[in-house]
């Protein structure tokens, strides 16, 4: 069973419970409905349905929500909808966020008169969505702080507003290792254990073990074999914090170089004896134990699995490389877990590794993008610079001293990733004067 069938069996389980107990607030914010891809037709009928979040999942259809009609609170963040048509049924809303969503026509909203005579604590909010990444003025919008105040221009600019022509689509991020911005940074979000993890007793006994048995690998190991003593000894860091706030995705890759060195069985040509062979496998099973099933590890692990088949060109590889190389350069623009990332990649490019690079390097590109979008509708919309404000100074010099190599790592994801993530870039001035043409060449990815 695919991870979307599984959301889509949850979220049936949570309107059929939502029905029985009489609730009228229902969340798919959860991490076992975050696949879902599109809505059970049952939550139709939840007709006293009043507050209602989709936050996080995949559902691109919204279609269903027409017939909720008592709805006064939705919540729609982070989503792949793009038509949001339905919406103009539910004229009781008072709040609606349509942040970070697809909507490119905002039209639909007008209807919706109590989001400016009665709005709820936050009142309508669209930042970040399609239509004001592509319109400065929507964009302008979005960030008026009164609730009334912004929906009453929102809706009086609408009135005579065209969607703009010849705008592509934005690509979603990859799910795997999503990147976002830290106090000025760029950071990868950390792998934390599922909920369902937290609550299994023999990954946290896992947990408890493993540092104990590296340390007592490092020492075995000692200076004979001091690569495998190496592996250890940084392996253990990673496993100090609560279980809560593990990085299983960056413990699976260091987990993977001790595997290696398992297969190989010696180091310089000298195998290993046979206690620190028999620890060694111990580390690895317990390691495994602890990461196995995590949603991220097993993305990863199917993705090369996959990519064995299907070998990246060498001019992809090294595009990959020379970013991932100045992103461990970038000590001011890139976060301490990003940088320990690439490092990690580019020390061990096993397949898995290659898989993660390639995933983490996308949304480094995507965050820089998303971000010049929206900070230049800024920009355009008032007079003044503001690239500090919305994209971190030191992510701007980094972004300026290296747009050749963006460009490039760009282009492996093929030419229509490179020339959105170029067009977004072009519209700063700053950018502009540095961005070549894309070349012609087939696409690899999408």
């Not at 860091?237 to 290696?260: C, K, S, T, W």
């Not at 010099?397 to 490179?418: E, S």
Request: negative net charge.
């Amino acid at each position: 069973m695919s991870d979307a069938d599984k959301a889509y069996a949850a979220a049936e389980r949570r309107i059929e419970e939502a029905k029985r107990e009489g609730d009228d607030s229902l969340s798919f914010d959860q991490e076992e409905t975050h696949a879902l891809d599109h809505l059970p037709p049952s939550i139709a009928e939840l007709t006293e349905l009043r507050d209602l979040d989709l936050n996080n999942t995949q559902v691109s259809d919204i279609a269903p929500l027409a017939a909720l009609t008592r709805l006064t609170t939705l919540s729609l963040e982070n989503m792949q909808a793009s038509d949001i048509a339905p919406l103009a049924a539910l004229t009781r809303l008072i709040m609606l966020s349509l942040n970070n969503t697809q909507a490119r026509d905002l039209r639909p909203l007008r209807r919706l008169t109590r989001l400016v005579t009665d709005p709820g604590p936050i009142g309508l909010t669209f930042t970040n969505c399609t239509a004001a990444q592509q319109d400065p003025e929507i964009a302008r919008i979005a960030k008026i702080e009164d609730n009334k105040t912004r929906a009453r221009i929102l809706f009086d600019y609408l009135e005579d507003w065209q969607p703009p022509r010849n705008t592509g689509p934005t690509p979603a991020p990859d799910p795997l290792f999503p990147v976002a911005e830290q106090e000025g940074r760029l950071e990868v979000t950390a792998s934390c254990p599922t909920a369902e993890e937290q609550e299994d007793a023999l990954k946290r006994a896992m947990h408890r073990s493993l540092p104990a048995l590296l340390e007592r690998l490092a020492q075995m190991a000692g200076n004979q074999f001091p690569r495998l003593a190496d592996l250890a000894r940084h392996l253990v860091p990673m496993l100090q914090d609560e279980f809560e706030a593990l990085d299983m995705a960056m413990i699976h890759l260091a987990l993977n170089e001790l595997r290696a060195a398992e297969r190989a069985g010696a180091e310089e040509g000298m195998p290993f004896p046979g206690p620190l062979a028999a620890l060694l496998s111990s580390v690895c099973d317990a390691g495994g134990g602890l990461t196995v099933d995590h949603p991220t590890v097993t993305l990863l692990m199917e993705r090369a699995r996959k990519a064995r088949d299907n070998p990246d060109p060498e001019q992809d590889t090294a595009a990959q490389d020379a970013l991932s190389h100045q992103i461990i350069a970038g000590q001011q623009a890139m976060g301490d877990r990003l940088r320990a990332l690439e490092s990690a990649i580019v020390e061990n490019p096993s397949a898995q590794a290659r898989e993660a690079q390639k995933a983490v390097n996308r949304n480094v590109l995507w965050r820089i993008a998303v971000i010049s979008s929206s900070m230049t509708m800024v920009v355009d919309a008032v007079t003044g610079k503001v690239l500090g404000d919305l994209l971190g100074q030191p992510v701007v010099d980094f972004v300026l001293a290296n747009l050749p190599t963006l460009q490039n790592a760009a282009l492996t994801y093929g030419a229509p990733f490179a020339e959105w993530f170029l067009s977004a870039l072009s519209k700063v001035p700053e950018f502009a004067a540095l961005i070549v043409n894309v070349p012609d060449r087939p696409d690899r990815r999408q």
